[in-house]
């Protein structure tokens, strides 16, 4: 069985910046694309970013590119999310996941695993 763990989350004011981390347990954790979603109230779970398992290739919504950064260090089996330049638009529960292929998904139905999320909160 998987577990994902995200930390990182609080409150922040706008162009400031988090860092999300993901710890991941289980085997070959190199062997599978990892996500970062996030959910706003009253609004359906969104991509954000993603990574290839060998961190090879990436994928970003328009919303935060240029201002997130995903990474993995398949070593300790954890992702990255760094957040630049927050503004109160990425206010939101931000889930990691697991999917089932070595690709980016940007697909949430494409994923088996899912952390609990942790909140982000930014003020203007």
């Known amino acids: 069985?998987?577990?994902?763990?995200?930390?990182?989350?609080?409150?922040?004011?706008?162009?400031?910046?988090?860092?999300?981390?993901?710890?991941?347990?289980?085997?070959?954790?190199?062997?599978?694309?990892?996500?970062?979603?996030?959910?706003?109230?009253?609004?359906?779970?969104?991509?954000?970013?993603?990574?290839?398992?060998?961190?090879?290739?990436?994928?970003?919504?328009?919303?935060v590119k240029g201002r997130f950064t995903v990474s993995r260090d398949n070593t300790k089996n954890t992702v990255y999310l760094q957040m630049d330049n927050l503004n109160p638009e990425d206010t939101a529960v931000y889930y990691c996941a697991r999917s089932r292929f070595f690709f980016v998904r940007r697909n949430p139905t494409e994923y088996d695993y899912w952390g609990q999320g942790t909140q982000v909160t930014v003020s203007s």
């Open 1 to 63: 069985q998987v577990q994902l763990v995200e930390s990182g989350g609080g409150s922040v004011q706008a162009v400031g910046s988090l860092r999300l981390s993901c710890a991941a347990s289980g085997r070959a954790f190199s062997d599978y694309s990892m996500g970062w979603f996030r959910q706003a109230p009253g609004k359906e779970r969104e991509f954000v970013a993603g990574i290839s398992g060998s961190a090879g290739a990436s994928a970003y919504a328009e919303s």
